[in-house]
C-alpha cells in the first residue's frame, strides 16, 4: 500500500513525530515509533517494527515482523568510495531482530547490489553489516561484531562479540566464530575459529549438538576433521585421501564442497 493509503488503515500505527515519506509501502500491522524516518523507496511487510529512532532507506525491503531497535540504520549508502548513487538494494528477513546501533548497508554497482540478512536472525547491538554482505538464516551476530564487504555467512552460523571479519570472507554453515577474533579467511561449515589472527580450534560440537544433528553423524564428521586436518602429509593429500575415505558422508560432503569452492581469501587452517 502507499503512503496514502495507510492513513485510511487502522491497523498502521505511525507516531506523530516519525516521518514517512510518500512512495514508502507499509503492510498491515506495521509500527513506526517515534522519531523514525522512513525513505521513499521502502518496503516494510507485515506486522514488522521500528521501536524509535530508527532510519530505514533506499530500496529497502524489511521482512514481516521483523523489529528495528533505536538508533539503528538500514539502507543508507555504503562507505565505498567507488559508490555513485546507483539504486541499489537492502533486505532483511521476517522475524529478524537488529537491536541498538546496528548499521547495514545497501549494495553497491561493482558488487552484487544487494545487501541481505536472512530470515529469524539476530543482530546485537552496534553490529556492522557492510555493503553486499549476504547472511543466511537463523545468523546469531554478538555486540560489536564487524563485517567488511562481500561477507558470505551461511544459516545457523554464531559470530562472537567484537569478531572483526575482512571482506571477502566467507563462513560456512552452523560455524562459529569466537569472541575478538580476527577473521582473515574462510571458516568451513561447522568449524570453531578463535584468535587474532583466527585459527581453526576444532569443530563447533555444541552448535552441532544444538541443530539437533544425531551422535552418529557428529562423531563421522569429528573422524573426517581429524583426517583433514592432521599434522601428517601435506593438506592437498590429506584433502584427497579425506575425499576418497568420507566423501559419501552427508556433512562431510558439505565441507569438501565448501573447500572446493571459489574463495577469494583461502582457507583458515589449524596450527
Excluded at 553486499?132 to 537463523?138: A, T
Excluded at 560456512?172 to 578463535?194: H, K, N, T
Aim: glycine share 12%; hydrophobic share 40%; net charge neutral.
Amino acid at each position: 500500500m502507499t503512503y496514502l493509503d495507510r492513513h485510511t488503515d487502522s491497523r498502521v500505527s505511525i507516531h506523530p513525530t516519525a516521518i514517512v515519506e510518500h512512495g514508502a509501502e507499509l503492510g498491515p500491522g506495521v509500527q513506526i515509533g517515534p522519531f523514525c524516518t522512513v525513505g521513499p523507496d521502502v518496503v516494510i511487510e507485515a506486522g514488522a517494527k521500528l521501536v524509535s529512532h530508527v532510519v530505514v532507506e533506499g530500496h529497502t525491503r524489511i521482512g514481516e515482523q521483523a523489529q528495528l531497535f533505536p538508533f539503528c540504520t538500514v539502507g543508507l549508502p555504503p562507505q565505498d568510495f567507488k559508490y555513485k548513487g546507483e539504486p541499489t538494494r537492502c533486505e532483511i528477513g521476517a522475524r529478524t531482530l537488529i537491536r541498538e546501533h546496528c548499521t547495514i548497508h545497501r549494495g553497491t554497482a561493482t558488487g552484487n547490489g544487494v545487501t541481505q540478512v536472512g530470515t529469524d536472525c539476530m543482530l546485537m547491538a552496534v553490529v556492522h553489516v557492510a555493503h553486499d554482505c549476504r547472511l543466511g538464516s537463523h545468523v546469531i551476530v554478538a555486540n560489536n561484531a564487524v563485517m567488511g564487504g562481500h561477507v558470505s555467512i551461511a544459516d545457523h552460523a554464531v559470530i562472537g562479540g567484537a569478531a572483526a571479519i575482512h571482506q571477502f570472507v566467507r563462513i560456512g554453515r552452523a560455524a562459529m566464530v569466537g569472541g575478538v577474533s580476527g577473521v582473515e579467511a574462510d571458516v568451513i561449515p561447522f568449524g570453531s575459529v578463535i584468535g587474532n589472527r583466527a585459527r581453526l580450534a576444532g569443530l563447533n560440537i555444541i552448535g552441532l549438538k544444538r541443530r539437533g544433528f544425531d551422535k552418529d553423524a557428529i562423531h563421522r564428521l569429528h573422524i573426517a576433521f581429524r583426517a583433514l586436518y592432521g599434522k601428517q602429509g601435506v593438506f592437498a593429500q590429506r584433502l584427497a585421501d579425506t575425499r576418497t575415505r568420507f566423501g559419501d558422508d552427508e556433512l562431510v560432503a558439505e565441507v569438501l564442497a565448501f573447500i572446493d569452492a571459489p574463495s577469494h581469501r583461502g582457507l583458515i587452517r589449524s596450527e
